[in-house]
Nanobody
Framework: QVQLVESGGGSVQPGGSLRLSCAAS????????MGWYRQAPGKQRELVAR???????NYAESVKGRFTISRDNANNTVYLQMNSLKSEDTAGYYC??????????????WGQGTQVIVSS
């Protein structure tokens, strides 16, 4: 089995910063990609940022230039540095990992979510 443990959420004023982290552990052959999604009340879950094992990244248009995703392949950990936070960034943030297991198939796993609240 695979577990994703997230940390770093919280409350911050507009313009502030937060850093999220997510560590994957368990039966892992390799991590294909890791990313962050978010879901605000009454809205669908959306991709925030994703990074592949090779370091290729993609971001939601709404966070480009403000958020930076990075990863530590050796420790199967992904980070999301969030700067210049806006009230519209308020949401539950969920880590996702695309894990290749020893049968060489790729499986998708989700973390439990961490809340980010941006408010004055």
């Amino acid at each position: 089995q695979v577990q994703l443990v997230e940390s770093g959420g919280g409350s911050v004023q507009p313009g502030g910063s937060l850093r999220l982290s997510c560590a994957a552990s368990g039966t892992i052959f390799s991590t294909v990609a890791m990313g962050w999604y978010r879901q605000a009340p009454g809205k669908q879950r959306e991709l925030v940022a994703r990074v592949t094992r090779a370091g290729e990244t993609n971001y939601a248009e709404s966070v480009k230039g403000r958020f930076t995703i990075s990863r530590d392949n050796a420790n199967n950990t992904v980070y999301l540095q969030m700067n210049s936070l806006k009230s519209e960034d308020t949401a539950g943030y969920y880590c996702n990992a695309e894990i290749r297991k020893f049968d060489l198939r790729v499986y998708s796993y989700w973390g439990q979510g961490t809340q980010v609240i941006v408010s004055s």
